[in-house]
């Protein structure tokens, strides 16, 4: 029972973000019917930084009843501080991490509480014990894991269920541009009777109006910091953009909100999390809404622009 558009503090929200900008957004997102606010631990930058935001963005805006109307939800499992405890999946991280993140957040509970990452050194059992005895424990009221593939989220779950604290949702990096949740993890989610929540869903902006031409000094590639790169925009990359925005403009769409009415059409997903920098541009994703149906010919159109970007990336 998610919002289709859900709204995640990875970017734009920490201490070196402008803090009215972001409360503006959170505000504008709420009184649109984004329920839903998807953060981590180490989002920032620096780390803690957008739960810290937050918080204080909860403590002046939405106090009272309003907690009982927002789904909150947070991660562990990248690194977060110093030594041997301080990333991955063990029970020692996990608990001491969302601890951090309450008290970041002025929370007594989160709705949803994430492991972020397989942990290559950590017994499975361990890290979904954890889950289960933190939603025991009434620190968080359901369980979810992100990032973990087909194989891995099969396990987790079955252990989740034996344990009594059934997995609620997988967060999966999912678009147009990555798609490798299609490789047996939603089929698994299914048999599951798991959600499916996508996360960087325009690519980390690579499937926006921005790129079409030069990159633009104020975009996200043209920053110091963040996962975005300019060698991400290769020429097959970049005609693909381009196909896709005269596909969008055809539809009378942004090449954005194409993107995420591909993603929303599928009855598969619970949600999309869409990060923003203005109130301007989350109306924009927001007015996705209006026009999610797509006709065989245009989905036979993008699978021929991502076959046709898929054959000159190989050659």
């Known amino acids: 029972m998610l919002p289709p558009i859900s709204l995640g503090l990875w970017h734009n929200f920490g201490g070196v973000d402008v803090f009215e900008q972001g409360r503006a957004i959170i505000r504008a997102a709420f009184d649109n019917g984004i329920t839903h606010i998807d953060l981590a631990n180490n989002y920032g930058p620096p780390p803690g930084s957008a739960e810290s935001n937050f918080g204080e963005i909860l403590k002046k805006d939405f106090t009272g009843y309003l907690r009982d109307e927002l789904i909150i939800s947070t991660k562990a499992g990248y690194t977060m501080w110093e030594g041997p405890y301080g990333d991955w999946g063990s029970r020692k991280y996990l608990v001491s991490s969302l601890d951090q993140s309450l008290k970041r957040m002025g929370l007594e509970y989160v709705d949803i509480f994430y492991s972020h990452r397989p942990d290559p050194n950590t017994p499975l059992e361990e890290t979904m014990m954890a889950l289960d005895q933190i939603v025991r424990s009434g620190k968080a009221l359901y369980a979810g894991i992100s990032n973990y593939n087909a194989d891995q989220s099969a396990r987790a779950m079955a252990i989740l269920r034996e344990l009594g604290t059934p997995c609620l949702?997988?967060?999966?990096?999912?678009?147009?541009?990555?798609?490798?949740?299609?490789?047996?993890?939603?089929?698994?989610?299914?048999?599951?009777?798991?959600?499916?929540?996508?996360?960087?869903?325009?690519?980390?902006?690579?499937?926006?109006?921005?790129?079409?031409?030069?990159?633009?000094?104020?975009?996200?590639?043209?920053?110091?910091?963040?996962?975005?790169?300019?060698?991400?925009?290769?020429?097959?990359?970049?005609?693909?953009?381009?196909?896709?925005?005269?596909?969008?403009?055809?539809?009378?769409?942004?090449?954005?909100?194409?993107?995420?009415?591909?993603?929303?059409?599928?009855?598969?997903?619970?949600?999309?999390?869409?990060?923003?920098?203005?109130?301007?541009?989350?109306?924009?994703?927001?007015?996705?809404?209006?026009?999610?149906?797509?006709?065989?010919?245009?989905?036979?159109?993008?699978?021929?622009?991502?076959?046709?970007?898929?054959?000159?990336?190989?050659?």
């Open 169 to 315: 949702i997988h967060q999966a990096r999912y678009s147009l541009f990555d798609r490798w949740v299609e490789d047996g993890l939603l089929e698994v989610l299914k048999e599951q009777g798991a959600g499916c929540i996508a996360f960087s869903p325009l690519a980390q902006g690579l499937l926006t109006d921005k790129y079409l031409k030069e990159i633009p000094v104020d975009s996200r590639m043209a920053k110091s910091h963040g996962h975005l790169q300019q060698s991400a925009l290769t020429p097959a990359t970049h005609t693909a953009i381009r196909a896709l925005h005269a596909l969008a403009v055809s539809r009378g769409q942004t090449l954005s909100q194409l993107a995420l009415a591909w993603l929303l059409h599928d009855q598969r997903l619970t949600s999309v999390i869409i990060g923003v920098s203005s109130v301007t541009q989350l109306h924009q994703n927001l007015a996705t809404l209006e026009h999610t149906a797509f006709d065989e010919e245009t989905l036979r159109a993008i699978e021929n622009i991502l076959n046709e970007r898929k054959k000159e990336t190989a050659a």
